[in-house]
């Protein structure tokens, strides 16, 4: 079966730290990748996804990601948060041939301290 | 362009009462999503229509949940009766024809059955 696996459940950052979620997926076949992150208040929106191409991926707001193949990773990497960054983040998979759902994971809150 | 819209955004019912959700989708997307998330636990597909047809219902969990989208135009989601699990948010996402492309949630509606 399909899973996607984010590794923390909570972070706590200071103004300025960097970042890194992790996310590792299990799926037999072609897939491609998202974050999605829901802000306080706010609806789920897309930070960025992975379809091919090159595994480095660049989202908005300075958020980057690495798909690494081998691992079936997806980390999602900032190199200084703001505290404007607080919010929740989803990983996701989601395949064509299996008409686009997307699976979840567990979601990653992040608090940044000012 | 209007995004996805939810309706209600906060419903309170009684166990075994009857909920109807609703959710309107950016115009010209063919494909609504239905998924939903209980306190605690990750976003969970629910189903997939393309148009006015069902794609997957693969994750509707049991026969109180009927889905519709008459015209292909809003969806509505119904729990007769609901159960107390029922509670959580369910969210509607939309999406242009293809399966891989990004999908737009919509800002959820939070059900609470007592």
Redesign the interface.
């Given at each position: 079966a399909q899973s996607?696996s984010q590794h923390n459940h909570h972070v706590i950052l200071s103004e300025a730290a960097s970042l890194e979620l992790g996310c590792n997926y299990s799926y037999g076949g072609t897939v491609?990748l998202f974050w999605?992150v829901q802000y306080p208040g706010?609806?789920?929106?897309?930070l960025l996804?992975y379809?091919s191409g090159d595994p480095l991926v660049k989202g908005i707001k300075g958020f980057e990601a690495e798909f690494i193949k081998s691992k079936f990773s997806f980390n999602l990497r900032k190199p200084s948060v703001q505290w404007s960054d607080t919010a929740e983040y989803?990983c996701a998979v989601?395949?064509?041939n299996?008409?686009?759902?997307?699976?979840?994971?567990?979601?990653t809150e992040l608090s940044v301290k000012p | 362009e209007a995004g996805v819209t939810q309706f209600p955004s906060h419903s309170v019912i009684e166990k075994g009462q009857t909920v109807t959700l609703r959710c309107d989708p950016i115009s010209g997307h063919d494909n609504l999503y239905w998924y939903r998330r209980v306190m605690g636990k990750e976003i969970k597909f629910l189903l997939h229509f393309v148009k006015e047809s069902k794609q997957d219902e693969s994750g509707m969990p049991n026969n109180r949940f009927l889905a519709e989208r008459t015209g292909g135009t809003y969806s509505t989601l119904k729990v007769q009766p609901a159960e107390l699990e029922d509670s959580g948010v369910y969210f509607c996402a939309s999406s242009q024809t293809g399966g891989g492309y990004e999908q737009y949630f919509g800002p959820g509606t939070r059900l609470t059955v007592t």
């Amino acid at each position: 079966a399909q899973s996607v696996s984010q590794h923390n459940h909570h972070v706590i950052l200071s103004e300025a730290a960097s970042l890194e979620l992790g996310c590792n997926y299990s799926y037999g076949g072609t897939v491609n990748l998202f974050w999605y992150v829901q802000y306080p208040g706010q609806h789920l929106q897309l930070l960025l996804k992975y379809f091919s191409g090159d595994p480095l991926v660049k989202g908005i707001k300075g958020f980057e990601a690495e798909f690494i193949k081998s691992k079936f990773s997806f980390n999602l990497r900032k190199p200084s948060v703001q505290w404007s960054d607080t919010a929740e983040y989803f990983c996701a998979v989601g395949s064509y041939n299996q008409g686009g759902k997307l699976i979840f994971g567990q979601g990653t809150e992040l608090s940044v301290k000012p | 362009e209007a995004g996805v819209t939810q309706f209600p955004s906060h419903s309170v019912i009684e166990k075994g009462q009857t909920v109807t959700l609703r959710c309107d989708p950016i115009s010209g997307h063919d494909n609504l999503y239905w998924y939903r998330r209980v306190m605690g636990k990750e976003i969970k597909f629910l189903l997939h229509f393309v148009k006015e047809s069902k794609q997957d219902e693969s994750g509707m969990p049991n026969n109180r949940f009927l889905a519709e989208r008459t015209g292909g135009t809003y969806s509505t989601l119904k729990v007769q009766p609901a159960e107390l699990e029922d509670s959580g948010v369910y969210f509607c996402a939309s999406s242009q024809t293809g399966g891989g492309y990004e999908q737009y949630f919509g800002p959820g509606t939070r059900l609470t059955v007592t």
